[in-house]
């Protein structure tokens, strides 16, 4: 039972590799210079909390170990210069100043994207069934009714753009987790791949989840009236 699981969550990830590729051809890649710059920023915002986090780490060691500290030929003890103080939390607070500016930016821009692919989809959408190109559907169901028409352009255009807004979402999460897995690996592998092997038994756990979630939510859309 468990191999069949696996075996069904594998090829279902090899799907969803591919439509995650077409994606992000068509949203993303179309729209790469606007894209990197609010991936760019985005890893620069996480960039500039880590670095908060390593100054507030810093300073709390210097005052346990009671560090004489050297800077620009002045001798600054730790526990008892009020200027080191003061330079610690203008440097943490420069910091999440910069991250939130920087995330901010790169959220607002994420949304923006999102309402242009959208509306990039209305326009190809109303394109293609005004052309002689042949718009696929469901066998019993006329591209050129008028709710599918209606469904193309708003409903399916609408998760283009929220799918778009997801990828760019995750793209410096999954950044930062490869990052972080690696240090892990090289701080203790074994540990490490106890907690990969927990995370794929879970995994498929939560692959029932939003297969079901998705069916719902299908039949909801199916069955529903009057949208």
Not at 11 to 16: D, L, P
Request: hydrophobic share 50%; with cysteine.
């Amino acid at each position: 039972m468990l191999q069949i699981d696996l075996y069904i969550a594998f090829t279902a990830v090899i799907k969803y590799i591919r439509v995650v590729k077409r994606l992000f051809l068509d949203s993303v890649w179309r729209f790469k210079g606007k894209s990197g710059l609010v991936l760019i920023s985005g890893f620069l915002g996480i960039t500039f909390q880590i670095q908060a986090i390593a100054l507030a780490f810093y300073y709390a060691k210097s005052i346990e170990k009671g560090n004489v500290i050297k800077l620009l030929g002045y001798s600054i003890d730790a526990r008892t210069s009020i200027g080191f103080l003061l330079l610690a939390a203008a440097g943490v607070l420069l910091s999440l100043s910069m991250s939130a500016g920087l995330v901010y930016y790169s959220r607002t821009g994420i949304l923006k994207l999102m309402r242009k692919y959208e509306e990039f989809c209305v326009t190809r959408t109303f394109s293609f069934i005004g052309s002689s190109l042949r718009v696929w559907s469901a066998t019993e169901q006329n591209p050129h009714n008028d709710s599918i028409v209606y469904k193309l352009a708003s409903t399916d255009a609408r998760f283009c753009g929220r799918a778009l807004m997801m990828l760019l979402k995750a793209i410096v999460p999954v950044i930062t987790f490869l990052a972080a897995a690696a240090s892990l690996l090289y701080i203790n592998a074994l540990l490490t791949f106890f907690v990969f092997v927990f995370i794929a038994v879970s995994g498929i756990f939560q692959y029932r989840v939003n297969v079901r979630g998705a069916r719902s939510t299908s039949l909801m859309e199916k069955y529903s009236k009057g949208v």
